[in-house]
Nanobody, 128 residues
Framework: QVQLVESGGGSVQAGDSLRLSCAASRVNVSNYAMAWFRQPPGQERDFVAAIKWSGDSTYYRDSVEGRFAISRDNGKNTLYLQMISLKTAGTAVYYC?????????????????????WGKGTKVTVSS
């Protein structure tokens, strides 16, 4: 079983930057697709960004394109999400997810059902 632990959340001002980390343990996830999702207060969890196991393909939700960057360090078994120019709409609990499967096309990587393993989340609060 893969264990995922997110860190790096906190309270920031609009326009600030944060880098989230997701450390995987028990299993080497270098061959896993990984992703970030977020759940704003009172709302459903939504896709944020995903990266294939090879790291050569990344996907983003439209509202974060150009401001967020997903990356991975397979040597450290760690996933990252660099967030710049944060907006108040970015207030949410951010979750890391992993999947041992490879999918055809882009759309599947954007869905929760594509991922088998989930972390417990890290909270990000962006104030104006």
């Amino acid at each position: 079983q893969v264990q995922l632990v997110e860190s790096g959340g906190g309270s920031v001002q609009a326009g600030d930057s944060l880098r989230l980390s997701c450390a995987a343990s028990r299993v080497n996830v270098s061959n896993y697709a990984m992703a970030w999702f977020r759940q704003p207060p009172g709302q459903e969890r939504d896709f944020v960004a995903a990266i294939k196991w090879s790291g050569d393909s990344t996907y983003y939700r439209d509202s974060v394109e150009g401001r967020f960057a997903i990356s991975r360090d397979n040597g450290k078994n760690t996933l990252y999400l660099q967030m710049i120019s944060l907006k108040t709409a970015g207030t949410a609990v951010y979750y890391c997810a992993a999947s041992p499967l490879t999918y055809t096309g882009r759309n599947t990587y954007l869905t929760e059902v594509a991922y088998t393993y989930w972390g417990k989340g890290t909270k990000v609060t962006v104030s104006s």
